[in-house]
C-alpha cells in the first residue's frame, strides 16, 4: 500500500563513476518515477555546483541542460537511461502484480532462489532477495553500452536500506558491468513523493 500511494522518490546522494582509469566523484539529486519519468541534477565535486548538469527523461523523450543550454539527448544514451530507471521500476516490486509482467521462479550462481522478470519491450531482470529482510538485494541484466553499442553484462549490488513514509529502499548501490566497477551511488536522504514535477 505504501508504495502504491508513493510512485515517485526523491534522494540525495554521492556517487562514484568508474571511466576507465578514472573515477569522478559526483554529488545530487535523483527525482524518479519509474521506469519513465525522471530528472537528475548533479555536479562534479572537484568542481563545485557551478558544475552542475541537468538529465530529464520525460517518457520517450529525454534531454540535458548544462550550462544553461537545453539539447536532446541521443537516441543510444536515452535508450541506456531508460533501460537504467526500468530497473528501479522493477525493485519496487508492486507494479509487477499488475503490469503484465511474467515472473518466473530462478536459481542464481550459488543456487539462490530469484525471479526473472519478463515484460513485452523491456529486458529481462533477474532479481535476489535477502533472507532476512526479504528486500532485493541483488539484480542483473544486460544494458547496451551507448558509446560501442556493445551488450554489456549488468548487476546491481545494494547495502543496507533508508525509509520514508513506510517504503524501505536501498541506502547504497554497486553497478558491475561485465563484472567491472561502473556506478556507484550512496544515498544521504530519501523521501516518497506521489507525483513527479518534470517543469523546466
Known sequence: DALARHPAFLWHGTATIYAGDRKIQIEGDWQIEPPDRSKVVTFEIDKGPGSARSMVIDGTRGWSVVGGREQPLPEAILANERDQFYL???????????DGSTLRVISGDHDEPGLRVSRPGRRDVDMFFDKDSYLVDRMITRITDPSSGREVLEELKFMGTIESNGVRWFHGVAILQ???????????????????????
Open 88 to 98: 528501479y521500476y522493477v525493485r519496487r516490486l508492486e507494479p509487477l502484480t499488475r
Open 178 to 200: 561485465d563484472r567491472k566497477p561502473f556506478f556507484a551511488l550512496t544515498l544521504s536522504s530519501f523521501t516518497t513523493l506521489s507525483t513527479l514535477d518534470l517543469s523546466r
